[in-house]
């Protein structure tokens, strides 16, 4: 197990830029693909985004391919979330987390949750 911290949330406008990172301890955290997950007010958590361990293979939702783009530094612990050319849509807390394979989209499949990081996109 991991454990996660996020940052890097804001406000920005639309067609605006964030970058999100998740800091994590311990010494397996380039053994876990990792993935970006978020949770607009009233929806259900969806995923974004998925890294596997060496950093060389990377997946996207469809409604973020093109526009946010996953990375991680093992040498930090640490996995990042560039986003790009932000809609309102985008507007949910982000959180990170492991999860066992590559690549998993499925929720419910990933464990050692950070505590998640508000991203608003205004329009």
């Known amino acids: 197990q991991v454990q996660l911290v996020e940052s890097g949330g804001g406000l920005v406008q639309a067609g605006g830029s964030l970058r999100l990172s998740c800091a994590a301890s311990?010494?397996?955290?380039?053994?876990?693909?990792m993935g970006w997950l978020r949770q607009a007010p009233g929806k259900e958590r969806e995923f974004v985004a998925t890294?596997?361990?060496?950093?060389?293979?990377?997946y996207y939702a469809d409604s973020v391919k093109g526009r946010f783009t996953i990375s991680r530094d093992n040498a930090k612990n640490t996995v990042y979330l560039q986003m790009n050319s932000l809609k309102p849509e985008d507007t949910a807390v982000y959180y990170c987390?492991?999860?066992?394979?590559?690549?998993?989209?499925?929720?419910?499949?990933?464990?050692?949750w950070g505590q998640g990081t508000q991203g608003t996109v205004s329009s």
């Open positions: 311990g010494r397996t955290f380039s053994s876990y693909p």
């Open positions: 890294i596997n361990g060496g950093g060389s293979n990377t």
């Open positions: 987390a492991a999860t066992s394979a590559y690549p998993i989209v499925t929720v419910k499949m990933y464990h050692s």
